[in-house]
């Protein structure tokens, strides 16, 4: 789809049967996204908001200068937690809802699997 | 208890309501600990193992030098997400139960929370 990335489609939960290299590649990738705190805070944001957030927003909430907030934007977007849509000349940003299925399957230590 | 990290005890779910600058850091710390292919297969490896697993053993299977195999199960121990127990001369392994519970609870991005 256009001004959408590709889903996270490649990463194997942390307790899947058997995982080869690339899959544990992928899987740390997802991780890697996360491992930020504003990026947490922009998922955090994201997830208890009732629908798009503007990039605009995430500047001031998060005291941070706008490059800093587009790459990591861009970086959670790469990743394929969020959904980008432009309205104007700003884009609008909201969470995945195949995102956040697979994050909750590959952190899941449990057994249960997606 | 003697030999054991502290808990995973002050990172807050991905969907809190509320999430400050102190808990998005330890949320950060927490995925970082897992952005790492070798890691994952480590915490793969002792979620489908019976019983603890002997720090050897991950040596052959991740094809990586002790030092380094040492380092990454320091890294996942301080993050709070293994046990450790000496056995003469080498050092087992396993998930903490309430790492594997608080994990699944962080990345639930679903509303469930802790």
Redesign the interface.
Known sequence: MLGEEAPIACCAP????V?D?HE??A???L??A????????I??TL??SPGPVCACEFEPALGLSQPTVSHHLKRLTEAGLLEREQRGRWAYFS?RRDA?EK??A?????GACC
């Open positions: 942390l307790a899947a049967a995982l290299e544990a590649e899987t740390a990738e991780f890697g996360l491992a930020d705190p504003a990026r947490v805070r998922v955090n997830a208890t969470l956040v994050l909750a590959v952190a899941d230590l449990k």
